[in-house]
């Protein structure tokens, strides 16, 4: 049995407590605020301070494992804790493609850099080493559930949590993409439900934490641009979306056209076609889903449930 810190209370904590909880693994929620809800699954949360380093390490005693969903300076706070405290490994809010992946000067940062270095640090610690594991898994299903991720309280604030901010808008059957790499090759992208992640990281530890590696890459399935779009199509009942397309060396100019405009929503939008076509999100070889007995949901299937009822 293993004991499981989860941070933070959204709606990606609450899918993982969801899986976590119906285990024999002991799993507590790490809350700013009382959080009623989760009580439905029999989760202790704990209310604490992430500004306070005292706070934290008090109740991070005894914890094997933190799975992190907060970000930015209460997630490196965390981290921090979670080393004195003694916790053995930890899984940063680093739920998307590959660290490897992503640009030197990556707009989409939002500290990810920072916490991969300090836990880097942490590990490398001869007298107490906290070991990390990243769960890669590309894009998740739900940016293209009806109302998006913010329907399921993932990614707010990130500017690609509402419905259509990402490729495409099934509500009203258009698209924005790009579809061909600057040298002309299809998109490909790693795609993965939410609640496949959550069977995946129960497996994981079922497997034992012994084994686990510094990278997991997951993924439910894995399709091009073109694809995706046919299958929004077909779902709909349409001939084709209505979709603007965008070469891959006019995104640079539509970022720094927006920025100037001072419209964010926009910038969000194409700096996250601009990732997806670097490859930012694409990778061919899993290496969690051959040691696992998770057989993940098809993103047909899953794109059909979702808007055909």
């Not at 929004?232 to 970022?255: P, R, S, W």
């Amino acid at each position: 049995m293993v004991k499981i810190a989860i941070a933070g209370s959204g709606g990606l904590a609450w899918i993982f407590a969801k899986a976590l909880c119906s285990t024999e693994h002991t799993t507590i929620i790490l809350s700013r605020n009382d959080q009623p809800e989760f009580a439905k699954l029999e989760c202790q949360v704990v209310v604490l301070d992430y500004d306070s380093q005292l706070d934290l390490r008090f109740h991070l005693r005894g914890i094997d494992v933190v799975i992190s969903t907060v970000s930015g300076a209460p997630q490196i706070n965390l981290i921090d804790a979670a080393h004195d405290a003694g916790v053995t490994r930890f899984v940063p809010a680093e739920f998307e493609g590959p660290p490897a992946r992503r640009a030197l000067n990556d707009p989409l940062n939002r500290g990810k850099r920072e916490t991969i270095a300090r836990l880097k640090d942490w590990s490398h610690d001869t007298r107490n080493p906290m070991r990390f594991t990243i769960f890669s898994c590309g894009v998740f299903y739900q940016r293209f559930a009806r109302g998006g991720l913010a329907l399921y309280n993932i990614g707010i604030g990130t500017g690609i949590e509402r419905q259509g901010a990402y490729l495409m808008n099934l509500g009203n059957d258009t698209a924005e993409v790009v579809e061909y790499t600057g040298d002309g090759k299809p998109i490909y992208i790693c795609l993965t439900d939410v609640y496949d992640l959550a069977n995946f990281i129960v497996a994981a530890l079922d497997h034992g934490l012994s084994s686990w590696l510094p990278e997991f890459r997951v993924q439910s399935d894995r399709k091009t641009v073109t694809e995706i779009l046919h299958y929004g199509a077909v779902v709909k009942n349409v001939n084709g979306l209505d979709t603007i397309t965008h070469e891959a060396q006019n995104l640079k100019k539509n970022i720094d056209y927006a920025s100037y405009q001072q419209d964010w929503d926009t910038v969000a939008r194409f700096e996250e076609l601009a990732a997806t076509e670097s490859g930012r999100y694409n990778f061919t070889q899993p290496n969690l889903n051959p040691l696992v007995n998770v057989v993940p949901t098809p993103f047909w299937d899953w794109l059909y449930h979702e808007w055909k009822s």
